[in-house]
């Protein structure tokens, strides 16, 4: 059922962070590609290359639940959430809604751990930096977070051409970012394992919207629950 396997993978995170009722981790990379022949511009990102973002949202054992791409490499990452299914669909109340759990008081939604890039939502959280440092409990938000980084750090290791640019038609490549995730997906099911570093620096700025209403009682429930722990 589908609340058991929720359950699952909040449970798995549980486990890397303490921090209650998260299903899940958001990140977004760069994928290089050759300049399109039309609107290249667009595709042309901070670090001075043609690139497609695209956007993992992975579990706990790092196993991707949602993969979207094709999206210019100029966009920011907050950007792109808000063109993705995974936006529309928790926005709407679609999904992440149960279980619920109740932090003295506020109703906690199944969570989505991101980047500073990426808007606070009753739904994502993300650290939130004090005088230039994180606190204990936002260092917990920041190793969930980790979950997805390490996930397309393996994807690239074992999928090299994606670190490289790829020279196919443009209007092919996200079906080959795609297959490369099911097989990330298969290969981690299998138990293989691929060691990686910690250096990625496709992170974005941070987001410089409002957060949404309630996503700062969230976050302020969420941390003070870790407090006390």
């Known amino acids: 059922r589908s609340s058991d396997l929720f359950f699952e993978k909040i449970e798995g995170f549980s486990q890397i962070s303490k921090i209650p009722n998260v299903v899940a981790a958001i990140q977004g990379t760069h994928i290089p590609i050759k300049a399109p022949l039309n609107n290249h511009e667009d595709y042309f990102n ?11 949202v992975v579990d706990s054992h790092g196993l991707y639940l949602s993969v979207s791409t094709g999206y210019p490499g100029s966009l920011h990452d907050a950007r792109v959430l808000r063109l993705s299914e995974t936006f529309d669909a928790a926005e709407n109340e679609n999904i992440l809604m149960e279980p619920t759990v109740d932090l003295h008081g506020t109703v906690i939604r199944p969570l989505i751990i991101g980047e500073s890039a990426y808007p606070q939502k009753t739904w994502l959280l993300h650290p939130v930096k004090d005088n230039r ?3 204990r409990e936002q260092k917990k938000l920041s190793k969930a977070r980790i979950v997805s980084e390490h ?21 092919r490549i996200p079906d080959t970012i795609i ?3 099911v097989l990330h997906n298969i290969c981690t099911l299998r138990g293989e394992n691929y060691d990686i570093s910690d250096d990625s620096d496709d992170s974005d700025s941070e987001d410089d919207e409002d957060p ?4 700062n009682a969230t976050l302020q429930a969420v941390v003070d629950y870790v407090a006390d722990l």
């Open 46 to 56: 901070r670090k001075h290359l043609y690139s497609y973002v695209m956007q993992a």
């Open 133 to 135: 440092t994180l606190t």
């Open 151 to 171: 996930a397309i750090g393996k994807t690239k290791g074992w999928w090299r051409v994606l670190e490289k640019r790829l020279d196919e038609d443009s209007d």
């Open 179 to 181: 297959a490369a995730c």
């Open 212 to 215: 949404t209403p309630g996503a």
